[in-house]
């Protein structure tokens, strides 16, 4: 599995970048030495915990902002997650992500944690 024991997500395509045909670069990224990584397949979720109240204490790295914010993940339903990340305990945001085109076997165990999906707020 990809992630270990826990789940993580990638950037796999924003809409922007069939428009222009440019992937961009890490270019926020604090750490100067990885601005010049491409968006595509960035590891952008990762470290969470499993609980019964659903995948915690991970981290959501923003690529548009360069910064990396505490989240928690909690599947909807097969096809959608819920994702909160937060600056500070009363400062979140929440995202819905939705499966996107990625067909896989069922008996590919990681399936689950390697699944592509878009996000909206």
């Known amino acids: ?19 222009t045909g ?6 926020k990224n604090p750490d100067e030495r990885l601005q010049s990584r491409s968006l595509q397949a960035l590891t952008i979720l990762y470290g969470f915990r499993h609980t019964q109240r659903g995948w915690r204490n991970g981290k959501f790295y923003d690529p548009w902002s360069g910064k990396t914010y505490p989240a928690r993940v909690r599947r909807i339903d097969e096809r959608r997650l819920h994702l909160r990340g937060c ?3 009363l400062i979140c945001r929440s995202f819905e992500w939705t499966k996107v085109g990625v067909q896989r076997s069922e008996t590919d165990k990681s399936a689950a944690n390697s699944a592509s999906f878009q996000g909206r707020e």
């Open 1 to 19: 599995m990809p992630c270990g024991e826990s789940i993580c997500g990638t950037l796999e395509r924003e809409p922007s970048w069939d428009e």
């Open 22 to 27: 440019l992937v961009p670069r890490d270019e």
């Open 87 to 89: 600056i500070a305990p």
